[in-house]
């Protein structure tokens, strides 16, 4: 077992999915010579080639569009968007065509094509590059959307990702690329589309995915000094979503937070918090709360510790639960 | 410039320096006059067999046959729209027989004629227009892949398959080699895919042909509202060939789309090649043309029709009797009598079959949904809604 940064593992995770399958192609910019900007495909395109790893020009509709070719011809690409606010250009051809092509063609054509997004905030960045667009790809039938939180996740999620023949947009949470863990590359990994209770709790339930599983397991650690035990369960998959997990985790504990950096309104958060009011009306103790995001365009840097979701404001959102 | 008012719209339309719509200029390719005389080109020389010529024309009638009628289908309200390609069966059938099979076309919504040279049935493309299918049929037998609607993103993937056919080793041989073809039209040119696709194309040098048909119209839009220069001229600043050919000659579409294809399989990049032709019907069945152009201009263009040049090219050649053109209308009224009762006979699909094949790995959601929509239509009588 070795101790691996979050970047290392989806590293590591590539370089064995381009090993098991010939057929398996990176491309994007700066994915080549330059590893990426945050390196994640370090090393790849010297291992295997500039046919496999593919430094492509500047246009990420050219990027989606060219990989669905690709897939028409065989071959199983691996898209690297470089920030979530660079993805827009090519949001028509992945929800346009990326999307629809294996429906359209009554399964003939398959679309074994991922997406990497690296998305969400707290690295001090310009505008654009902090973003968290997922819940438009969540709302996109066809696609499949996941979020890996941890290096273990993300060695195992972004080679389940590239071996499945629907497209899957895969979003890296880029301020925890740099936070090590134990990968044992041996183990036998969860489905890619199955939730997972990462911390046991019996009084709320906190739900987040990506770089907010952290902020929650940290609210649960602070919590528990004050008596409280939360329930921290890590969606990974944000399309399909793993309800029947939530909904275990919502009747054993009755309380439910939902906590993600992107904006409140029509989120991912909505979409849990109906569900559950369909399925869970008379077993849950308090409303479904949120802790997210503003509905404002994501702010300058300076201002996204104000922006972000904190250890503080999730506790505050248990506060107010358990008050009901 | 400036296209921030009224006034400065018409300034553009009136000065922009493009070949007027029914005037190609002297750059461009052509095999056979408006007149049916046989001319030759030094780049473009062509012999084909009096078989070949004739199956040609055949192409010709049967395809515009198959427009004619599936524009009757929808008016009598049996397709909820159809994109005639009439004025286009030349450029189509055209390039259509110059693809080899093993290459693969890319088309939009309007590519019937290549359709037809690809085998693909007409009733599968009636069906789309009818409603029972957003594709129907299989693109990679037919290496012909489905129609796509948005404007100009079929011709990223099909750049994105002639940089595969590279990646395979499948690019050298002049016979056995691979090449992929994008269709597109004036209006397409504009699209940033379109554009990005170019510079894919070339700087992979992918193994590709860029055929564009400028049928001259964008809906309502003129090519002038597209382009300040010829449309073939646009390749040179991306760093490839590009050619202005007679796209209501068929054989000189024919011969021009040859030569791209066969330069692209051999390794020598890709070609744009620019259809010079008209729309001679509506954009679609729910367009009205009258609103935006002359009756004029129609009837210069029936003057250059492609069906009319290669019948009189056929006489003049005194390869056809009036046998040839009975047996020929017999079986395009037969082709016709078959799509006709094949529409009609088309079934909509049954309601569940809508959650089929969102995914290749469906989901517990999706099926869910499912359950609950079939328990919901079960609740009618007799299973009727």
Known sequence: MAQLTMAKALNEGLRKSMEDDAKVVIMGEDVGKLGGVFRVSDGLQKDFGE???????????????????????????????QFDGFVYPAFDQIVSQLAKIHARSAGQVKMPITVRIPFGGGIGAVEHHSESPEAYFAHTAGLKVVACSNPLDAYFMIQQAIASDDPVVFFEAKRRYWEKAEVDTSAVPAPLWHARVV??????????????????????????????????????SLSPLDFPTVFASVRRTGRLVVVHEAPKSIGLGAEIAARC???????????????????????????????????????????????? | ??????????????????????????????????????????????????????????????????????????????????????????????????LR?????????????????????????LGLFRGVSNGGWDPQEKRF???????????????????????????????????????????ASSQGDVNEAFVWASVYNAPIVFFCQNNQWGISTPTGHQTRIPLYQRARGFGFPGVRVDGNDVLASYAVTRKALDDAR????????????????????SDDPTRYRLASELEAWKLKDPLERMKAFLYKQQIVDGGFFEALDAESADLAARIRQGCLAMPDPDPLSLFDNVYAETTQVLRDEREEFAQYLAGFSGGQH
């Open chain 2, 145 to 187: 892949n489905l129609y796509t609607i948005v404007i100009g993103s079929q011709t990223l993937h099909a750049t994105g398959y002639a940089m595969g056919i590279t990646m395979d080793g499948a690019v050298g041989d002049a016979d056995t080699a691979e090449a992929a073809i994008a269709y597109f039209g004036d209006g």
């Open chain 1, 51 to 81: 046919h496999r790893v593919m430094d492509t020009p500047l246009a990420e509709s050219g990027i989606i569009g060219t990989a669905i070719g690709l897939a028409i011809r065989g071959y199983r690409p691996v898209c690297e968007i």
């Open chain 1, 277 to 324: 009011s369909e399925e869970l009306y008379y077993e849950m103790e308090a409303p479904v709360l949120r802790v997210t995001g503003f509905d404002t365009p994501y702010p300058p840097s300076r201002l996204e510790e104000e922006y972000l979701p904190d250890l503080d404001r999730v506790l505050h959102a248990v506060d107010r639960s358990l008050g009901y």
């Open chain 2, 1 to 98: 410039m400036s296209l921030g008012s009224p006034a400065t719209t018409d300034l553009v339309t009136e000065t922009t320096p493009v070949a007027t719509s029914t005037s190609a200029g002297p750059e461009l390719v052509q095999l056979l006059t408006p007149e049916g005389e046989r001319v030759e080109h030094p780049d473009y020389p062509l012999s084909l067999s009096d078989d070949e010529y004739r199956a040609m024309y055949r192409d010709l009638v049967l395809v515009r046959r198959i427009d004619v009628e599936a524009t009757a289908l929808q008016r009598q309200g049996e397709l909820g729209i159809w994109a005639a390609l009439l004025g286009q069966e030349a450029a189509q059938v055209g390039s259509g027989r110059a």
């Open chain 2, 266 to 285: 051999t390794g020598q990049g890709p070609t744009l090649v620019e259809a010079f032709t008209y729309r001679m019907g509506a954009h679609t069945t």
């Open chain 1, 199 to 236: 911390r046991p709790g019996t009084d709320v339930t906190l739900v987040a995915y990506g770089p907010m599983v952290k902020t929650c397991l940290d609210a649960a650690t602070a919590a528990e000094e004050e008596g409280r035990s939360l329930e921290v369960v890590d969606l990974r």
């Open chain 2, 101 to 125: 099979p093993q290459d693969f076309a890319f088309p939009t919504y309007r590519e019937h004629g290549v359709a037809w040279c690809r085998g693909v049935d007409p009733l599968r493309l």
